[in-house]
């Protein structure tokens, strides 16, 4: 069967054909297409880092300024306000954590979330971040590839680096922001013929012959490195690295001009074992055109009306507008500068009648002008985003939810960005777990380190006993089934502040345990925990009294003792005196037992002397 746009691999396998390929003509022939539909946003970008770097006035308007004398300046505020969105973006940083999807799972979570945090650290994902919300918001592209790089246990390590936007390029009929509908891309950049080399060392021979040539096949996307590129001393040669969909698989090729370095098919699969592109990139805005663009397109008027109006308006008070009859002065050019000068000294000829006086009313009036149009473009921009000019306003002694809920109306604006970058995060996080899952299954060790800067050692694939006795695989990464997302939740540093703020009043009263106000405060990890420690060693008494106690202690027990031995023996005294007074009544009792005992006495039975009987009278005769 012939291929057709939206073939599937499936169907080739069921016709019992091989999958076909790209010849190397049809994918230059695509790279050529992106360079040809998009060069209106490829110029877009470059002005945009020519802006967001300073370089805001074009040479044609240098040269009028410098004709009319006038100072060329810019007021940098698109680069401020840039720089202020990604250290926003910054402090909304969450930590990606794992989530099973069923109960039988939820060990495996904790093991898949330290796995994830484990590459996102020896990558230090946290700059990377950074680096790529700012490539977005200038270039309106950003994000990151991946790569398998060789380990120490005998599996490959997942690798990120951040993508350059000015080599990027992309399926220009794709419209979705996360590039989803895009059936290629790549990248493609100059690069030294003995760094290719290294690069594709079977292919050294074909490079040596191929001598970088400007303007071949590069287009506009690289100008401002060519410029700086450009040696006919050195050999170059123009590499790029395409990667696209055949069927539903994503094969990649490495080739310069017409010479074929490198071809396969991706070893990267998403959670349904379908191959996946290395490029995990996403958009700021999508305009109606397909184009992508960052933050520099809605800011550039204003911020070309910044440089000029502040141009003008100090060229405005270096100079002074004069209103003079004709031939009142000798030199004209001489009174215009010496009217300029603020100790200036202008000569008017006596002889002759007529006007000469200064129109600074009108000038006064120009420049409140300039100044009231000033402070509009500039609030455009300031505006937009979180709002800085809270800073400095009697918001010291606020609480961080006070803040928060202050700067809101300016976070809504960013709101599409946000989202957009954190669905970025979670299809690298998703990725990420995907390469390991696949690529992992060798015992290892990772080290994790937490939110406090406490280290964890966890075990993966390794070979142990189960309750049964059999050999069995404990962190098997191949048989964890989690759901990757990110913790929504508010930001920390905020709801920990409200709580300090809260429990202040209560902890003057000495209410509140000094342990709990040391976790709430914004302290380094390693402090909070050098204070925990001290607090917890000041609650241990002192071995020197606590030896002392203890032989008092000692001491006490010992009195108690011989004071307890003294009792018994004179408790033993009084049992033995009481013995003595009694005596044995055999059973049965004599008849001349005392009525008394009764059948009470038994044999053997020891029953007190009876007393003397009474004397009885005898009844005299005569009675």
């Known amino acids: 069967m012939a291929y057709q746009e939206g073939s599937t691999a499936s169907q080739f396998e069921a016709a019992g054909e091989a999958l076909p390929d790209f010849s190397l003509g049809q994918l230059r022939k695509q790279y050529q297409n992106f360079a040809g539909t998009k060069d209106q946003e490829i110029k877009e970008q470059r002005d945009a880092r020519h802006y967001y770097h300073g370089d805001q006035w074009t040479e044609a308007d240098k040269k009028v300024l410098k004709k009319r004398k006038q100072p060329i300046l810019t007021n940098n505020v698109i680069g401020r306000k840039i720089d202020g969105v990604v250290g926003l973006v910054e402090r909304l940083r969450q930590d990606p954590k794992a989530y099973p999807r069923t109960p039988a799972h939820e060990e495996g979570a904790e093991t898949a979330t330290s796995v994830l945090r484990y590459v996102c650290d020896i990558n230090d994902f946290g700059s990377m971040c950074a680096e790529v919300s700012r490539g977005a918001g200038i270039n309106g592209i950003g994000g990151v590839e991946m790569f398998l790089e060789p380990g120490d246990n005998g599996d490959p390590d997942i690798g990120l680096a951040p993508v350059d936007p000015d080599c990027f390029f992309y399926d220009p009929r794709s419209f979705r922001p996360d590039f989803s509908d895009a059936r290629y891309m790549g990248v493609a950049k100059w690069v030294d013929v003995d760094l290719a080399k290294e690069m594709f060392p079977d292919s050294a021979d074909a490079l040596d012959s191929t001598v970088a040539q400007s303007g071949e096949t590069a287009g506009l996307q690289q100008q401002d490195r060519e410029l700086r590129w450009v040696d006919q001393t050195d050999k170059r040669v123009f590499i790029i690295e395409h990667w696209y969909i055949v069927g539903s698989v994503w094969q990649f090729c490495f080739y310069t001009g017409a010479i074929e370095l490198n071809r396969g098919s991706s070893p990267f699969v998403d959670e349904k074992g379908m191959t996946i592109c290395r490029f995990v990139m996403y958009s700021a805005n999508v305009d109606h055109d397909g184009d992508r663009y960052g933050f520099v397109r809605n800011m550039k008027s204003a911020q070309d009306e910044i440089n000029a109006r502040r141009s003008k308006g100090l060229h405005q008070l270096n100079t002074r507008r004069i209103i003079a009859t004709k031939g009142i002065v000798q030199d004209v050019e001489r ?289």
């Open 335 to 623: 009174a215009r500068t010496e009217a300029a000068r603020p100790d200036g000294y202008v000569e008017i000829n006596p002889t002759t009648d007529g006007r000469f006086e200064f129109d600074d009313a009108a000038k006064q009036a120009d420049m409140q002008g300039q100044i009231a149009f000033l402070e509009m473009a500039k609030a455009d921009i300031e505006n937009f985003g979180p709002n800085p000019a809270l800073i400095g306003q009697g918001i010291e002694n606020k609480s961080g939810r006070a803040i928060s809920l202050l700067q809101q109306a300016g976070m809504a604006e960013l709101g599409p960005f946000i989202i957009a970058y954190r669905g970025w995060k979670i299809r690298v996080y998703r990725a990420i777990w995907n390469a390991v899952q696949r690529h992992w299954s060798a015992e290892r060790w990772i080290r994790v380190t937490d939110n406090e800067g406490l280290a964890q050692f966890v075990q993966l694939n390794a070979l142990t006993l189960n309750e049964f006795g059999m050999p069995a695989i404990q962190n098997s990464l191949g048989s964890l089934d989690v759901d990757i997302i990110l913790d929504e939740g508010p930001d920390t540093i905020t709801v920990m502040q409200d709580t300090l703020d809260t429990l202040m009043p209560l902890a003057q009263k000495g209410d509140v345990p000094a342990g709990v106000l040391i976790k709430l405060m914004s302290l380094p990890g390693s402090t909070k925990k050098e204070l925990l420690d001290y607090i917890e060693q000041a609650k241990r008494p002192d071995p020197q009294q606590q030896q002392l106690a203890m032989a008092a202690a000692t001491e006490e027990i010992k009195n108690r003792q011989a004071d307890t031995g003294k009792k018994r023996a004179d408790a033993m005294k009084s049992v033995g005196d009481a013995l003595l007074n009694f005596q044995v009544i055999p059973y049965p009792a004599p008849a001349d037992a005392p009525a008394m005992y009764g059948s009470m006495g038994a044999p053997g039975m020891l029953l007190p002397e009876p007393p003397p009987p009474e004397p009885v009278m005898q009844p005299q005769p005569g009675f």
